[in-house]
């Protein structure tokens, strides 16, 4: 068999895709670190770090690139028929200025090398921020309501609608690091080995234990001591990790005592804001007078704990320009799709015209600064002013998917 053919078969075998890393994935590869690609069949797949994602986007170049390796001993002598690169079609391969200056002996390497594939694409590495729309959907298919269903829901059903981390990241396209600390900001918790979150019902059950307890043994919200409260609550069947994470929900901090103890001081904004959203998801789809609102908001939370609107920022929207005839419609931003263009897409579709102060809470969670908050402004909307306050128009007429 000729050298040639000899090289085509090789060729045909081998098929290589050429990976373009930034310094750090370099490294991170160097170093004998791992790499994962996620993604089901219908994604656009990720690669993943311990602790980073990355979009993979595939660009093609005008130049061919070619793989080589080193011949093998018996191929590579002095009796090469060529002191070029050979194409598989057995002529010389014409090589760029820049394999020239990184390999100025062009002849000693065609002497020891071969080429094995020819390509003329490769990945592009980008860093994102991951959506986690998928790891949401996950823990609502079974969040904790109280410990009687849980038991009867293992019984008939066992551990269907749970998930496990090793579950979520086959699932979850993004790093361990950032599914674990996206799932500490909702706030999720681990019981049993699976990832749950708390159902508006229970967290409304627990904290009234809670307030209870408090009242009974006169304990401080600013200081509230976790190890006394499980003492105090021992007799209600409240889990451990559940009152845990009711306490993470409704807390404005936490510390750990001399003795190790949790320490919490409770938020009252935060549980004004869980009584204010079970109030409006109560309501029906064509909103309710706002002044009927605040009355059963305040006659529903507790009577030491004030509220006001601001509390609950990005579940609401108000109608109506009259302050003597204003309706008030549940409308949540867990509602809305985590993808920037799409979101601002259906906001529009609202409402066609936004105040500021209004639409802020429906896109604060796009942007992890102000300046890049802003920056999603200038791309997706266009900007006026009315005296003092600021609107906010869609950029585009229709907006292309």
């Known amino acids: 068999m000729s050298s040639s053919k000899s090289r085509q078969k090789q060729q045909q075998h081998h098929q290589y895709k050429v990976l373009e890393c930034p310094p750090e994935l370099v490294a991170r590869l160097e170093s004998a670190k791992s ?3 996620r993604g089901d069949a219908d994604d656009a797949a990720v690669l993943c770090t311990d602790t980073e994602t990355y979009s993979i986007r595939l660009v093609q170049t005008s130049n061919t690139m070619v793989i080589i390796q080193p011949r093998p001993p018996a191929l590579g002598s002095a009796t090469t028929e060529h002191d070029q690169l050979v194409a598989p079609s057995g002529q010389p391969y014409q090589l760029s200025s820049a394999f020239r200056t990184r390999f100025p002996d062009t002849a000693s390497v065609a002497r020891s ?11 592009e590495l980008t860093r994102v921020r991951p959506k986690f729309d998928r790891l949401a959907a996950m823990l609502a298919e079974r969040p904790y309501i109280d410990a009687d269903l849980d038991e009867r829901q293992m019984r008939s059903s066992g551990s269907f609608g749970l998930h496990t981390m090793a579950s979520i990241l086959d699932t979850v396209q993004a790093s361990e690091h950032e599914i674990r600390k996206e799932l500490e ?4 918790f681990e019981m049993d080995g699976f990832w749950r979150t708390l159902a508006p019902t229970a967290a409304l059950q627990v904290l009234s234990h809670i ?11 600013s200081s509230m001591s976790f190890g006394t409260l499980l003492e105090c609550l021992k007799d209600d069947g409240i889990p451990t990790p559940v009152l845990e994470c009711c306490l993470k929900l409704f807390s404005e901090s936490h510390r750990r005592d001399e003795s190790g103890d949790l320490l919490f001081k409770i938020s009252f904004g935060k549980v004004a804001r869980l009584y204010g959203e079970q109030v409006l998801a109560a309501l029906p789809s064509a909103g309710s007078d706002l002044v009927e609102f605040l009355r059963s908001w305040r006659a529903q939370t507790p009577a030491s704990i004030d509220i006001h609107l601001d509390q609950i920022k990005g579940l609401y929207l108000i109608e109506g320009n009259s302050a003597a005839a204003q309706t008030i419609k549940y409308f949540p931003k867990s509602v809305l799709p985590s993808d920037p263009k799409t979101r601002f897409e259906d906001l529009f579709k609202i409402r066609q015209k936004w105040a500021r102060e209004d639409i802020v809470p429906y896109i604060e969670d796009l942007a992890s600064s102000d300046k890049d908050r802003d920056l999603l402004f200038l791309k997706y909307a266009r900007t006026s002013k009315t005296g003092t306050r600021t609107f906010f128009t869609s950029r585009f007429t229709s907006f292309e998917r």
């Not at 090398?113 to 990945?123: K, L, N, P």
């Not at 307030?211 to 919200?221: P, Q, S, W």
């Open 35 to 37: 790499l994962v690609i």
């Open 185 to 188: 900001s909702m706030t999720a």
């Open 211 to 221: 307030f209870v307890a408090t009242m009974d043994e006169d304990l401080d919200f």
């Open 113 to 123: 090398s071969e080429i094995i594939d020819t390509v003329s694409s490769y990945m």
